[in-house]
Nanobody, 116 residues
Framework: QVQLVESGGGLVQPGGSLRLSCAVS????????MAWYRQVSGTEREWVAT???????NYADSVKGRFTISRDNAQNTVYLQMNSLKPEDTAVYYC??????????WGQGTQVTVSS
């Protein structure tokens, strides 16, 4: 069974940066495209970014130019570097497969709060 463990969230001021990590186990990680999503309580989960097995990346317009998705296949980990954070980036962040693929069971997510 695939397990997803997100970490790295916290409280940051507007304009600040955070780096999220997602450790993946139970699958051949290097062969899988991965994605980050975020969810504000009471709303639908929103796709943020995707990285393919070949490291091709794609971003939601709302984060393009500010966020960077990357992966370390040796560590079975996918990252999300978030710069120039805005209050509207406040959400719980999750990793999983891209929307086009069968999703795994969601992890617990990591809370990101952007506030002064």
């Amino acid at each position: 069974q695939v397990q997803l463990v997100e970490s790295g969230g916290g409280l940051v001021q507007p304009g600040g940066s955070l780096r999220l990590s997602c450790a993946v186990s139970g699958t051949v990680f290097s062969a899988k495209a991965m994605a980050w999503y975020r969810q504000v309580s009471g709303t639908e989960r929103e796709w943020v970014a995707t990285i393919s097995s070949g490291r091709i990346t794609n971003y939601a317009d709302s984060v393009k130019g500010r966020f960077t998705i990357s992966r370390d296949n040796a560590q079975n980990t996918v990252y999300l570097q978030m710069n120039s954070l805005k209050p509207e980036d406040t959400a719980v962040y999750y990793c999983n497969r891209p929307r086009e693929a069968p999703l795994w069971t969601w992890g617990q997510g990591t809370q990101v709060t952007v506030s002064s």
